[in-house]
């Protein structure tokens, strides 16, 4: 037999087992049932080549086309997408069951310990067994309250932080002010250290831990084309997983070294009690699974690395989004000053049993998740067995995107979507307003069912004590030469989604200067 006959037989017989695979599988879903609507898709790529660099807007108008539950075919991966508050509630809570699991990422297989973390786990024993080490161990109403006056000093570095660059003429980059803030909370209370400011690790170790987070945070929120494309990943032409394999060996030496400086604390004899232990000492003190004496290492990375990842960036994000808003808005400044005169005066400073009875304030941060909600799809979720929604079949392993921002402007439940309005939240009796979602799934900021935020106390916490104190102590204004309507709300998608520009502006103390000196 010649070459060419062979060649032209194999050609032929792949033609044929292709042609009769997809025929296989469109006849299997006929029979399954209808998949929800979509956009029109090409061969091999599907939609992908629809999605440009704002994937949630590109999303949203799908959903304003064909409806509220969209089918899309991204690659080899079926997926589905929806900004509707009733099919969110189906998926989050009524199918909990179903829609419980994680898609297993290339990025989560290598930066989350293979999937062997809480937040990008598959659903399964494992991640219970995580998830309940967060929620039994780690954020317990104690547990935080024991870290009441670290987070009181870092809110009293915030204002001392700002005040110092007042006081030099500076404008402030509210993108530093308040990630630092978010991540010395964070690290006082993981790791018992600080990264920023006087008395922190030092500016090369908080340097080498903000670098590893921010490539970290960006490679988790990429849509790498090779979990949708398997050939992609043979050229990966920017070398994305290169970039992963570098940053996992990082990551992980860093944590390594935390883990190796608590133990040897613990052999000195230098761990605090046990009302104070940071989260690391926690962890090494706990049995491991099936059994076993300890945790293993693995596992107490994944779970520090998770802590770190879901809790800094989504409270900072949120915090310059809220700062952008008000500053653009100086009537809600306005608001918000006369409220904080009110319930603390000029005599103290806010603390964390003020935020409570800041009601004008809680409504302004309710807005910001409505319009510029942390993330964007949630973490996406997938599905564990094929099932129905509104009469439409979903298959196995569909990606879930629920979109949260799309939600937030959604036409058919909010008015003037794209007007920042923080009254409309406020409840016609004057009771307090919950910043979490309701029975109504307006928004959605800290997610439902069984993969909500653990830790959605103390993020809002984060949240309120920075932008209470920051808005009670100082005036805001844009920097020189720009005026109110100038600053800009562009995005830039990830999984946490910040503002595309760093927030700069004028600060001005309000308070008696000996108030900031303390
Ligand atoms: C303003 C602050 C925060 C926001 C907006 C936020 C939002 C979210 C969202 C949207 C999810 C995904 C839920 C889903 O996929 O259904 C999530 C998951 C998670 N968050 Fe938060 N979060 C915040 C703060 C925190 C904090 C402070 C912690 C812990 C210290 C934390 C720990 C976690 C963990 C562990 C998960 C994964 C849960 C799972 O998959 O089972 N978050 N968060």
């Known amino acids: 037999m010649d070459f060419q006959l062979l060649a032209y037989i194999i050609v032929f017989a792949v033609l044929v087992s292709r042609i009769t695979s997809l025929w296989l599988i469109r006849f299997s879903r006929q029979t399954m049932g209808k998949l929800p609507p979509g956009p029109p898709r090409w061969p091999i790529v599907g939609n992908l080549l629809q999605l440009g660099s704002l994937p949630h807007r590109d999303l949203a108008s799908f959903c304003e086309q064909y409806g509220p539950l969209v089918y899309l075919r991204l690659g080899k991966v079926d997926a589905i997408t929806t900004n509707d508050p009733n099919i969110i509630r189906e998926i989050l809570c009524q199918q909990d069951d179903v829609f419980a699991s994680r898609p297993q990422t290339l990025a989560a297989i290598h930066l989350a310990y293979d999937c062997g973390d809480v937040a990008l786990a598959p659903f399964g024993p494992r991640w219970k067994w995580m998830?309940?080490?967060?929620?039994?161990?780690?954020?317990?109403?104690?547990?935080?309250?024991?870290?009441?006056?670290?987070?009181?000093?870092?809110?009293?570095h915030l204002v001392q932080d700002v005040w110092a660059l007042t006081q030099a003429g500076d404008p402030v980059n509210l993108r530093e002010v308040l990630g630092a803030f978010s991540m010395n909370n964070v690290t006082r209370m993981l790791l018992g250290k600080q990264y920023f400011g006087s008395g922190s690790a030092g500016p090369k170790e908080a340097l080498e831990f903000m670098n590893i987070t921010h490539e970290l945070f960006w490679l988790l929120g990429l849509i790498y084309l090779g979990d949708y494309l398997p050939f992609w990943r043979w050229i990966d032409p920017y070398g994305c997983e290169k970039k992963m394999r570098e940053v996992e060996?990082?990551?992980?030496?860093?944590?390594?070294?935390?883990?190796?400086?608590?133990?040897?604390?613990?052999?000195?004899?230098?761990?605090k009690d046990d009302g104070n232990m940071d989260f690391v000492d926690v962890l090494l003190s706990l049995p491991g699974k099936d059994g076993k004496d300890h945790m293993d290492d693995n596992e107490?990375?994944?779970?520090?690395?998770?802590?770190?990842?879901?809790?800094?960036?989504?409270?900072?994000?949120?915090?310059?989004?809220?700062?952008?808003?008000?500053?653009?808005?100086?009537?809600?400044?306005?608001?918000?000053?006369?409220?904080?005169?009110?319930?603390?005066?000029?005599?103290?400073?806010?603390?964390?049993?003020?935020?409570?009875?800041?009601?004008?304030?809680?409504?302004?941060?309710?807005e910001t998740f409505r319009m510029h909600p942390a993330g964007p799809f949630l973490i996406p979720h997938e599905s564990i067995h094929a099932t129905e929604i509104n009469g439409y079949h979903i298959p196995a392993k569909t990606r879930v995107f629920i979109n949260t921002h799309g939600l937030g402007r959604n036409k058919l439940i909010w008015d003037d979507i794209n007007v920042f309005r923080p009254e409309r939240h406020l409840t016609t009796d004057g009771s307090r307003v919950e910043i979490s979602h309701g029975d109504d799934f307006k928004i959605l900021p800290f997610s439902a069912g069984k993969r909500k935020c653990p830790g959605a106390p103390l993020g809002l916490t984060f949240v309120l004590m920075a932008l209470a104190r920051l808005f009670h102590c100082f005036d805001w204004s844009p920097p020189d030469g720009l005026t109110c309507e100038d600053i800009d709300t562009q995005e830039r998608y990830g999984m946490t989604m910040p503002k595309a520009q760093p927030l700069i502006a004028i600060a001005k103390p309000r308070l008696a200067s000996h108030m900031y000196q303390s």
């Open 300 to 366: 107490i990375k994944a779970l520090v690395q998770d802590m770190i990842a879901a809790a800094t960036d989504t409270s900072a994000v949120t915090n310059e989004w809220a700062m952008a808003e008000v500053i653009k808005h100086p009537r809600v400044l306005h608001k918000i000053q006369e409220e904080l005169d009110g319930v603390v005066g000029h005599d103290r400073m806010v603390t964390e049993s003020d935020l409570s009875n800041l009601n004008y304030l809680r409504c302004v941060v309710r």
């Open 249 to 271: 060996k990082r990551v992980d030496d860093f944590h390594m070294k935390i883990i190796e400086e608590h133990r040897q604390r613990k052999v000195n004899g230098d761990q």
């Open 131 to 156: 998830r309940r080490i967060c929620m039994e161990q780690l954020l317990t109403t104690k547990r935080l309250e024991s870290f009441t006056k670290q987070r009181a000093s870092e809110a009293q």
